[in-house]
């Protein structure tokens, strides 16, 4: 599966943003997607995953109600809302998809990276 995100800029502490991920071919309802962010000197991390049939999703502390994952399976495509925002979720935002939960981050395909930057 080929991914593209989109939605990144420039917002102000405690705005919101939305990202979005196609995905190409028939097949993105068998897979699991997650979003991941990675910050300058830091590692990836996960920030919201949603399962195939967009039922159940998981979120770590960091990002547990401000950011809602969510997917529409008929235009294969997986969504971050980002509400509350804050410096410190500026990073490069990827999407992800694999046929496993949780997403394996050196099997999983990726998008090619939307930034975000929240100023103070």
């Known amino acids: 599966v080929q991914l593209q995100a989109s939605g990144g800029g420039l917002v102000q502490t405690g705005g919101s943003l939305r990202l979005s991920c196609a995905a190409s071919?028939?097949?993105?309802?068998?897979?699991?997607m997650g979003w991941f962010r990675q910050a300058p000197g830091k590692e990836r991390e996960s920030v919201a995953t949603?399962?195939?049939?967009?039922?159940?999703?998981y979120y770590p502390d960091s990002t547990k109600g401000r950011f809602t994952i969510s997917r529409d399976n008929a235009k294969n495509t997986v969504y971050l809302q980002m509400n509350n925002l804050k410096p410190d979720d500026t990073a490069v935002y990827y999407c992800?998809?694999?046929?496993?939960?949780?997403?394996?981050?050196?099997?999983?395909?990726w998008g090619q990276g939307t930034l975000v930057t929240v100023s103070s």
């Open positions: 992800a998809a694999d046929t496993s939960l949780p997403l394996r981050l050196g099997v999983a395909s």
């Open positions: 949603i399962d195939w049939s967009g039922r159940v999703a």
């Open positions: 071919g028939r097949t993105f309802s068998t897979y699991a």
